[in-house]
């Protein structure tokens, strides 16, 4: 891959794989160095696939397979436990509601999470979502479905 196309991708996607692993990992230093590794990697492969959504969706593999790494090497690969940390998500608009918010997506597992994240706030059909995780289209629908649940139900329950 030659510089300007190297650059082009980083322009285009590092925004929003920041965006994605802040998500997963819920700390701005560790995704600020993950989507480092992320773009090293990108570098050291090559070529990525000339289709915008088919680069997207080959970031957002590598992008997950770093947090997966992350956890690993913290020790927290099982069901790892994120903890509330006082900082602001990034376009929220009240503390309150993004404490709720991020503790109900700690209720979820590292892979809903994402799958929500590709889905809701990044627009990915069900089917770029599934070649992203490396799942089935119905496995990834099915999740999407059970996490938004969980969550409605935690919000009505939290609300009340």
């Known amino acids: 891959m030659d510089k300007s196309a190297f ?3 980083y322009d285009t996607f590092s925004g929003r794989i920041y965006g994605y692993i802040y998500w997963v990992t819920r700390n701005r230093e560790s995704a600020r160095d993950i989507v480092q590794t992320v773009f090293v ?3 050291k492969h090559g070529n990525p696939p000339e289709d915008e959504s088919e680069a997207g969706a080959w970031l957002y593999a590598i992008a997950r397979n770093a947090c997966t790494d992350h956890f690993r090497r913290c020790g927290r690969h099982r069901r790892f436990k ?3 940390q006082r900082e602001r998500v990034p376009q929220a608009h009240n503390h309150a ?3 709720l918010v991020w503790t109900l997506l ?3 597992s590292k892979k809903q999470r994402s799958m929500v994240y590709l889905h809701i706030r990044e627009g990915y059909s069900y089917g770029e979502v599934a070649r992203m995780m490396g799942m089935k289209e119905t496995a990834v629908r099915v999740s999407v479905f059970r996490a938004l649940r969980r969550l409605r139900e935690g919000v009505g329950r939290d609300l009340r």
Do not use: F
């Open 7 to 9: 650059t082009s991708l």
């Open 82 to 84: 994120l903890r509330y």
């Open 41 to 43: 990697k990108a570098w």
């Open 106 to 108: 700690e209720g979820l």
């Open 97 to 99: 509601e993004d404490h």
